[in-house]
């Protein structure tokens, strides 16, 4: 019987007509392996992920391959979206144990949820020197059968040495001057100076660097920094990676050029990409900055926002084609025939030259990713403007990819933040106000009257999974960001109380971070990863919003917190920098204070407005009129208006500035 017809995750769901007899995680799962004395079949996989949809058509609709299954496993589905602990353990085993990790993840476990087996994508049939997924069940059954003191002792030994992999908070000291240098020198090594980026192929949009690599500019003053973020920013927002009629970013790109994107769009990397965008524009004025955090943005709020006022996940790479072929990229991807057929045989040609679409393509089948191959002269842009006018028309025309409406709430966290600062920077207040929903959703359904955060919702019903580290640290990230645009003190209480459970559930005795609450279910191991993947680390993501908070309310305990988190940073920045980017941007805030901006005045106004466009790294705002704003924003104790006039105090390392009235002044002190 296949048990996923009543879960909330649409990628479980995916599943729940396979002929397998799909478990869900759970204790009852493991019961039934112990019972019936066969190993756990366990797959891990997401809803928009490409070869995890291919590995379910292969193998897990085939009725041959289920009936196997159902006999000698027992086999359990597990969203990693939904479940990053569970993930992030099996990754980890499946990383040590073959030098690889991705998805689909396939790892036998025994009754006890030790791995003795693993793997990611198995064919239907030996290929690329990889063996059949037949193969391999009937390779496991064999050896559970014939040689299972073997199997007992490989579990054993992949257990312990997982348990012997705990982290100490302090191994690096506070990073300093010295490791930020060392940082900067390592990502100039890595820089790919022709087409940016960092490394080869595939490439992934370095968002977490970048926010680095500009706080370290602001403070420092240093060019290479800029120069490599507003480079990469310019090739990413003119390569494949990038929609050029829809905005918005996939994945990553397959090619070191950014040409050919995994056309899977994620949530995460909107929000995080939105944001660099956004900062990069206030550290440049660069009109192709604002174009795409505007862009992306509004791809968010458009095609992302549920009806409760959340963000979904993801949106497949995959969907029907013209001939109903359910493929990679079909939504995204033309031909100069279909150019021809939306634009006519004058623009076509010219929206070919500009967009790179070829005879030959640069994807499958002759088909080409639309790319920017030069920017529009200024007697073109009113006619570029037309031509993706209409091929968006058309576009929407075709069968979209399915959306993963369930709702993450670290995601929602990113997608708050980026949404406040760029409607705050570019006078969008809609975008404010959509931040502002995604935030009351959070709070609503999210922690609800359990104070404590769950992971994930879904059509306005919260999930089963309690929030992992980095949810607590993404969603107080926005909220504190939400607070310093609005001047709604709520906001920064809210960050409160999800940074004092941080304190209180996620960190060991010497100042470490565990990435589940010290009451969360018990794995083999306690998940603890500091470095970068897709998103920030839930370890410095909690970090910088530690240090934020201190700065907002002059905590000793969440300063101290922060310090003791960011000594990872020092022992890993300077030889992985590249992987834990948000560590070192939270160390740049660290180290320029962070600075206390308190304006006392109308919010919206000119000078919080330009407090909000400081540069300085880290740098937190509170804003407020009213005589009891100081019940809500501590730095607006005792801070009134100066000669009737909206005024601005900056403080920094324990030292303030003189209070003043004028927003140049106030840009000055914030230029980093």
Same mark, same amino acid.
């Given at each position: 019987?296949?048990?996923?017809?009543?879960?909330?995750?649409?990628?479980?769901?995916?599943?729940?007509?396979?002929?397998? $007899?799909?478990?869900?995680?759970?204790?009852?799962?493991?019961?039934?392996?112990?019972?019936?004395?066969?190993?756990?079949?366990?797959?891990?996989?997401?809803?928009?992920?490409?070869?995890?949809?291919?590995?379910?058509?292969?193998?897990?609709?085939?009725?041959?391959?289920?009936?196997?299954?159902?006999?000698?496993?027992?086999?359990?589905?597990?969203?990693?979206?939904?479940?990053?602990?569970?993930?992030?353990?099996?990754?980890?085993?499946?990383?040590?144990?073959?030098?690889?990790?991705?998805?689909?993840?396939?790892?036998?476990?025994?009754?006890?949820?030790?791995?003795?087996?693993?793997?990611?994508?198995?064919?239907?049939?030996?290929?690329?020197?990889?063996?059949?997924?037949?193969?391999?069940?009937?390779?496991?059954?064999?050896?559970?059968?014939?040689?299972?003191?073997?199997?007992?002792?490989?579990?054993?030994?992949?257990?312990?040495?997982?348990?012997?992999?705990?982290?100490?908070?302090?191994?690096?000291?506070?990073?300093?001057?010295?490791?930020?240098?060392?940082?900067?020198?390592?990502?100039?090594?890595?820089?790919?100076?022709?087409?940016?980026?960092?490394?080869?192929?595939?490439?992934?949009?370095?968002?977490?660097?970048?926010?680095?690599?500009?706080?370290?500019?602001?403070?420092?003053?240093?060019?290479?920094?800029?120069?490599?973020?507003?480079?990469?920013?310019?090739?990413?927002?003119?390569?494949?990676?990038?929609?050029?009629?829809?905005?918005?970013?996939?994945?990553?790109?397959?090619?070191?050029?950014?040409?050919?994107?995994?056309?899977?769009?994620?949530?995460?990397?909107?929000?995080?990409?939105?944001?660099?965008?956004?900062?990069?524009?206030?550290?440049?004025?660069?009109?192709?900055?604002?174009?795409?955090?505007?862009?992306?943005?509004?791809?968010?709020?458009?095609?992302?926002?549920?009806?409760?006022?959340?963000?979904?996940?993801?949106?497949?790479?995959?969907?029907?084609?013209?001939?109903?072929?359910?493929?990679?990229?079909?939504?995204?991807?033309?031909?100069?025939?279909?150019?021809?057929?939306?634009?006519?045989?004058?623009?076509?040609?010219?929206?070919?030259?500009?967009?790179?679409?070829?005879?030959?393509?640069?994807?499958?089948?002759?088909?080409?990713?639309?790319?920017?191959?030069?920017?529009?002269?200024?007697?073109?842009?009113?006619?570029?403007?037309?031509?993706?006018?209409?091929?968006?028309?058309?576009?929407?025309?075709?069968?979209?990819?399915?959306? $993963?409406?369930?709702?993450?709430?670290?995601?929602?966290?990113?997608?708050?933040?980026?949404?406040?600062?760029?409607?705050?920077?570019?006078?969008?207040?809609?975008?404010?106000?959509?931040?502002?929903?995604?935030?009351?959703?959070?709070?609503?359904?999210?922690?609800?009257?359990?104070?404590?955060?769950?992971?994930?919702?879904?059509?306005?019903?919260?999930?089963?999974?309690?929030?992992?580290?980095?949810?607590?640290?993404?969603?107080?990230?926005?909220?504190?960001?939400?607070?310093?645009?609005?001047?709604?003190?709520?906001?920064?209480?809210?960050?409160?109380?999800?940074?004092?459970?941080?304190?209180?559930?996620?960190?060991?005795?010497?100042?470490?971070?565990?990435?589940?609450? $010290?009451?969360?279910?018990?794995?083999?191991?306690?998940?603890?990863?500091?470095?970068?993947?897709?998103?920030?680390?839930?370890?410095?993501?909690?970090?910088?919003?530690?240090?934020?908070?201190?700065?907002?309310?002059?905590?000793?305990?969440?300063?101290?917190?922060?310090?003791?988190?960011?000594?990872?940073?020092?022992?890993?920045?300077?030889?992985?920098?590249?992987?834990?980017?948000?560590?070192?941007?939270?160390?740049?805030?660290?180290?320029?204070?962070?600075?206390?901006?308190?304006?006392?005045?109308?919010?919206?106004?000119?000078?919080?407005?330009?407090?909000?466009?400081?540069?300085?790294?880290?740098?937190?705002?509170?804003?407020?009129?009213?005589?009891?704003?100081?019940?809500?924003?501590?730095?607006?104790?005792?801070?009134?208006?100066?000669?009737?006039?909206?005024?601005?105090?900056?403080?920094?390392?324990?030292?303030?500035?003189?209070?003043?009235?004028?927003?140049?002044?106030?840009?000055?002190?914030?230029?980093?």
């Amino acid at each position: 019987m296949n048990r996923l017809a009543g879960v909330t995750s649409p990628y479980l769901l995916q599943h729940a007509d396979n002929p397998v $007899d799909w478990w869900p995680w759970s204790p009852e799962a493991f019961e039934e392996a112990r019972r019936r004395d066969v190993p756990v079949l366990l797959s891990v996989g997401y809803a928009s992920c490409h070869w995890c949809h291919v590995m379910a058509h292969e193998s897990f609709e085939d009725t041959a391959v289920a009936e196997y299954l159902n006999v000698h496993f027992v086999p359990v589905k597990v969203d990693r979206e939904e479940r990053p602990d569970v993930d992030a353990v099996y990754m980890e085993a499946v990383q040590a144990a073959t030098g690889q990790g991705g998805w689909p993840m396939t790892v036998f476990l025994t009754a006890d949820a030790e791995p003795f087996y693993f793997g990611t994508y198995f064919p239907p049939e030996p290929r690329h020197g990889m063996p059949a997924f037949r193969q391999v069940l009937e390779g496991v059954v064999a050896a559970w059968s014939d040689r299972r003191e073997e199997v007992a002792e490989v579990a054993g030994r992949i257990v312990r040495d997982l348990a012997g992999r705990s982290l100490t908070a302090g191994e690096g000291g506070l990073p300093g001057e010295a490791e930020l240098a060392q940082a900067l020198l390592r990502l100039t090594r890595d820089y790919d100076e022709k087409h940016g980026g960092f490394g080869g192929a595939p490439k992934f949009p370095p968002s977490m660097v970048i926010e680095f690599l500009l706080r370290h500019h602001a403070r420092t003053g240093a060019e290479g920094a800029l120069q490599m973020a507003a480079d990469s920013c310019a090739a990413m927002a003119h390569g494949g990676i990038y929609d050029q009629l829809g905005g918005g970013f996939a994945r990553y790109s397959v090619d070191r050029e950014w040409i050919v994107p995994h056309f899977e769009k994620m949530l995460y990397d909107n929000a995080l990409l939105c944001r660099v965008y956004a900062h990069l524009w206030r550290a440049t004025g660069s009109d192709l900055a604002r174009r795409v955090a505007l862009e992306t943005a509004d791809f968010m709020v458009r095609e992302l926002r549920t009806a409760e006022g959340g963000f979904a996940s993801a949106l497949d790479a995959d969907s029907e084609d013209a001939q109903g072929r359910h493929v990679e990229g079909a939504f995204y991807v033309w031909t100069p025939a279909q150019l021809r057929e939306v634009l006519g045989e004058e623009d076509a040609g010219f929206a070919a030259g500009y967009f790179g679409v070829t005879e030959e393509g640069t994807f499958e089948e002759g088909s080409s990713v639309l790319r920017l191959m030069r920017d529009a002269e200024p007697d073109e842009e009113a006619r570029v403007a037309g031509v993706r006018a209409r091929l968006l028309a058309a576009r929407e025309l075709r069968a979209r990819p399915e959306r $993963d409406d369930k709702i993450v709430a670290a995601w929602n966290g990113l997608a708050i933040a980026a949404l406040a600062e760029t409607g705050a920077y570019f006078d969008r207040p809609d975008l404010i106000e959509r931040a502002t929903e995604a935030a009351d959703l959070l709070v609503r359904v999210h922690m609800g009257e359990a104070a404590r955060l769950c992971r994930t919702s879904r059509d306005g019903r919260a999930g089963d999974n309690s929030g992992v580290l980095e949810d607590h640290g993404d969603v107080a990230e926005g909220f504190l960001a939400l607070a310093s645009v609005t001047g709604e003190g709520a906001w920064l209480d809210f960050a409160g109380f999800l940074l004092d459970i941080v304190l209180e559930r996620f960190t060991g005795e010497d100042g470490q971070l565990f990435d589940t609450a $010290d009451d969360a279910e018990r794995l083999i191991r306690r998940p603890q990863d500091p470095t970068d993947s897709a998103t920030p680390a839930g370890w410095t993501a909690a970090a910088g919003a530690l240090l934020s908070y201190a700065a907002h309310t002059g905590s000793e305990a969440h300063r101290t917190a922060a310090e003791r988190a960011l000594g990872i940073v020092g022992a890993l920045g300077p030889k992985a920098p590249r992987f834990i980017g948000w560590g070192l941007a939270v160390a740049e805030a660290l180290l320029d204070g962070p600075r206390e901006v308190a304006v006392a005045g109308p919010v919206g106004g000119e000078l919080h407005r330009t407090a909000l466009l400081g540069r300085a790294p880290g740098a937190v705002v509170a804003a407020g009129e009213e005589a009891d704003a100081g019940t809500e924003f501590p730095l607006l104790v005792d801070r009134p208006l100066v000669g009737g006039e909206p005024t601005a105090y900056v403080c920094r390392h324990f030292v303030c500035d003189a209070p003043t009235t004028d927003a140049g002044e106030l840009a000055a002190k914030l230029g980093g």
